[in-house]
């Protein structure tokens, strides 16, 4: 497999002169549900932290105003495709007339839980806006990616960071910096389903963020899946044997936490051969914006 961890490759030019940028993963270390308004949105608690593991996105700027992606996704108009709309939108809002070829690496699985569409959007506005030089603040690019997804400012911001409300009222933090076994079984989850039934934990009570920093984490969600996804009860259950182990927001994808590399390994070496997989570790900066910092300081 190719190398998707980023720690090893701060980004330079490619060959072909396109720019590398990273696209990471994420984890909901904690999902608590506070209750249900009444415009049947959820009131939440949640933590994300980055990973040192996903897409890469490969672009260099067009002289014209055209947006052109490679490869193409089955299935996906390319109107349709975030990494598409978020150039789009920033063009839109800025009057640029430069375009762009983005070439997508792709490795993160698709309705995993670990946020690979939000985060290809993100790094699409981040990077198209260092390249173009159109001078948007993190703040505005986190306004448009809002347009885009509810998770895609939590990548543009770059930080790990303590959610509240239906998820926008954010707070940065920094959780413990671990490391994980992220695996996804051949299932695909409806969010719509799980947040749908009548058995989901909707009383959580809201706890300050350190109390919940310093409590174990868990995931109201958790149950719920795994009674509607057999394939998550097994995979959770294999996981749990060697570490604490639990869902990323609504799944599919299960991970559990390791204190080192070493013993993260040795268990992801005996994981079930028929599920994607990964190792990697929490970051509570974006990979995005360590290698930002390095390339155009």
Same mark, same amino acid.
């Given at each position: 497999?190719?190398?998707?961890? =980023?720690?090893? &490759? ?10 590398? =940028?990273?696209?990471? &993963? ?21 933590? =994300? ?10 672009? @260099? ?24 709309? &978020? ?17 997508? @690496? ?15 959007? *993100? ?26 997804? *509810? ?9 790990? &960071? =303590? ?79 060697? *570490? ?35 190792? *990697? ?17």
């Amino acid at each position: 497999m190719k190398n998707y961890h =980023f720690s090893t &490759a701060l980004s330079v030019p490619a060959k072909n002169g396109r720019y590398r =940028f990273p696209s990471p &993963a994420k984890l909901n270390l904690f999902l608590y549900i506070n209750g249900r308004l009444e415009n049947g949105y959820h009131e939440l608690q949640t933590l =994300f932290q980055f990973l040192d593991f996903g897409d890469w996105l490969e672009i @260099d700027v067009r002289d014209d105003s055209q947006i052109m992606l490679s490869p193409q996704i089955p299935h996906l108009k390319q109107e349709d495709n975030l990494i598409y709309r &978020a150039a789009r939108l920033l063009q839109q809002h800025t009057g640029c007339q430069l375009g762009a070829n983005i070439h997508l @690496d792709k490795i993160l699985p698709m309705g995993g839980g670990v946020g690979g569409g939000s985060s290809n959007a *993100a790094t699409t506005l981040v990077a198209l806006n260092a390249l173009w030089k159109t001078q948007c603040s993190l703040e505005k690019l986190a306004q448009l990616g809002l347009q885009l997804g *509810a998770d895609v400012p939590i990548f543009v911001h770059g930080k790990a &960071a =303590f959610a509240e409300g239906v998820g926008e009222k954010i707070h940065y933090c920094n959780p413990a910096e671990k490391w994980y076994v992220v695996l996804k079984p051949e299932v695909s989850i409806s969010t719509g389903i799980i947040f749908q039934d009548p058995n989901l934990p909707r009383n959580t009570p809201k706890k300050p963020l350190s109390q919940l920093l310093a409590e174990n984490y868990t995931n109201d969600c958790e149950k719920i899946v795994r009674d509607h996804y057999p394939e998550v009860e097994e995979l959770l259950g294999w996981l749990l044997q060697y *570490a604490p182990a639990r869902l990323t927001g609504t799944g599919a994808c299960v991970f559990a936490e390791f204190d080192d590399a070493q013993s993260a390994q040795a268990v992801f070496l005996n994981k079930p051969k028929d599920c994607f997989g990964f190792v *990697a570790k929490g970051l509570n900066v974006s990979p995005l914006h360590q290698m930002m910092e390095h390339l155009f300081q």
